[in-house]
Structure formats: structure tokens, C-alpha cells
């Protein structure tokens, strides 16, 4: 068999949205039911040039079919001005689990996008109000468009009020998404009130005040990915209904890091992982809810179940290029 190169413009041709939910809504199932190998996300620290590498290696049996891969990603804060780089890029190494063999590398800078935006809407779904029809973006990067593409496979959204610390990107935003829904350049106080947020910045210093987040508002908090990164106040996280993605990642680099490190959140805070929520292990939304949080960190398997349907779609439609690696 041969290997075949997906670059960004196939993977984002053979990721259909609704797809690339449904795969990753079976990776949580899976991690909950223990159907999976998931080492902790590796770094390999490069302070001499502003960066470092990180290996997300994963595999899982979703019952009907199971699949391994390994996702490396970068994160060089200084490549736009020194390279005119991006600053974080990625490559995805999908492998068929029975054989070992290496059926994909895929680009999984746009895998990851996808899988992210996948992963809120899966939240979303089992954690927003049922008639939730606005949307509130904090930050109008690229993240922004596939928070929206997925979120509006779960929910009616009609109005979207994004926040953004550069207004020409916001005003982009708006001017791109249009033609799909009512969109509106706000505060973050503005994008906060609606029924659903979320927030996809890299600050340290939180700017979610919980006064301004409506009585009923689910957030995917998505920006936090390091330690010390945090979005939300912690009056908000202490409050609310939280709902991580992976207790260990999160508490370690998640939104919810910082005050765990304190002291002011504790392991009794954390209502439940998201995958005991999909089967049902634990309870999602319910009347008494108020506000609810997702902490999304980003698991291996999300990326695993998204280059799956890549792959499998890409290979049907003679997508890509392919080629020998073992030489044969």
C-alpha cells in the first residue's frame, strides 16, 4: 500500500463539518469508555528560538472502526517576524493500527482547526440552552470561522456578536460570514451576554468578566493551551458548571489551570470530563443549570477521528498524492 500527501487545501476539501463533529463527538465516547492510548502531550522546549515542538501521539476503538496517528505541532512565537512563518504549524502522521503502516501525512494545522471548532460544538450540544440562537466570539482569528461552522451544526444560530482586539479583523469576520447569519462587531461584554461563547485568545490575564456573562450562557473556553494562559475570571469558573475535555491536560493547561495552581479551584469543581457526558454517565445541561463551561485543551484523538475521516474520504475521491515510502 502506499502513502498518501494530503496538504491544507485537500484536508479542508475532504473534512465536511458535520463529519468531523460526529468523529469527534465517538473519540470522546471512546476515551470515556477507556477505549483508547493516550500518553500525555510531550514538548521538546526550545527557548533559543522563541519555541518549542509538541507530540500528541493517540489510538482508539470506536467500536465499528479504530485508528492511530500522531499529530506534531510547533509553536515558534517570533516565525512572523523573523521567517514570515505562521507560529504554530502541524503535521499529522495517520497510521493504519494493524499493520503499523503509514496511510497518511496529512497538514494538521487545518485538521486541528477543524477538530477544535468539532469539539465546542460537541460541548455545545450537550450544554447550551436547546434554543440557543446567538453566538458570541472573543477573537476573530481563524479559529473564529471554525467555531461558527461547527457550532451551527447543533444550534439555530441566527446572530453572532464577535470581539476582537484588532477591529479590521473583526469587521473581516463579519464581512465573511454574512451571508449565513446576523453578524455584528460588539464588546467582549456584548459577545458574552449571548446564549453561546466562545473564546479563542491567547491572554494570561482574564477578560471575561462573570458579571457580563448571561444568567444562562454556555462558554467554550478554547485559548488556553499553555500554562498560564486564562481567558475567563475565576469568579466565572468557580460558578459555573465545568465541563473539561481531559482532567490532567486541563488542570495543567487549560483554561482552568491558573486557579487550580492556586488553590482557588479544585478537582471538586470540575463537574465532569465531556466523553462521561456523551454516554451519558453524566448529566449535561438541565433546568437548573445557569452558566456552563467547556475547557477545551485539544485531545490526540480528536485529531486521530478527524484524520480518519480525511483519509478515508481523500482515498475515495483519488485525492492527494501517493507514494511509497517503504520503497517496495
Partial sequence: ?????????????????????????AAFAAHARGDTVMPAKSYVDLPQYDGDFRSMPAYLDAGDWDAAGLKWVNSHTENRRRHDLPTVMATMCYSDPETGLLLSIMDGTTLTTKRTGAAAAVATDRLAVRDATTLGLVGAGAQSYAQLDAILTVRPIETVVVADADPDRAAAFVEAVRDRVDARVGSIAEAVACDVVSTTTPVRDPIVDADDVGDHTHVNAVGADAPGKHELDDDLLAAAKLVVDDREQCTHSGE???????GRLTDDDIHAALGT??????????PADGVTVFDSTGLAVQDVAAARVVYERASAAGAGVAFDLLGR
Avoid: K, W
Avoid at 489551570?257 to 492556586?262: K, L
Avoid at 457526558?277 to 438541565?286: D, K, Y
Fill in 277 to 286: 457526558v456523551v454516554i451519558g454517565e453524566a448529566t449535561g445541561r438541565t
Fill in 256 to 262: 482552568i489551570n491558573v486557579p487550580y495552581a492556586a
Fill in 1 to 25: 500500500m502506499e502513502t498518501l500527501l494530503l496538504d491544507a487545501d485537500a484536508v479542508d476539501e475532504h473534512s465536511p463539518t458535520t463529519a468531523v463533529v460526529d468523529a469527534v463527538e
